[in-house]
């Protein structure tokens, strides 16, 4: 039987996209050329892979809460 493992973000919210590229503004900016996630749209668009970010902007950034949408892990 496979384990499944609890998001590291687990109860988080969503944010928006103007959340997330007040920090990560290069990607930001490659996403809305359509080469990072291209065909995702919509203000929670970042989310979509990397799951809710309130709890890793509240972490100040903290990589262990938020996912890494091309594995899904931490």
Not at 5 to 27: E, F, I, Y
Not at 41 to 57: D, M, R
Request: proline share 4%; glycine share 18%; net charge positive.
């Amino acid at each position: 039987m496979a384990t499944v493992k609890t998001p590291p973000n687990a109860g988080a919210q969503n944010v928006g996209l103007d959340t997330c590229t007040t920090c990560h503004r290069s990607k930001g900016q490659d996403y809305r050329a359509g080469t990072h996630g291209a065909g995702v749209t919509g203000a929670n668009a970042c989310e979509t892979c990397h799951g809710p970010g309130s709890l890793h902007v509240e972490g100040g950034g903290d990589k262990t809460k938020i996912m890494k949408g091309h594995t899904l892990k931490r």
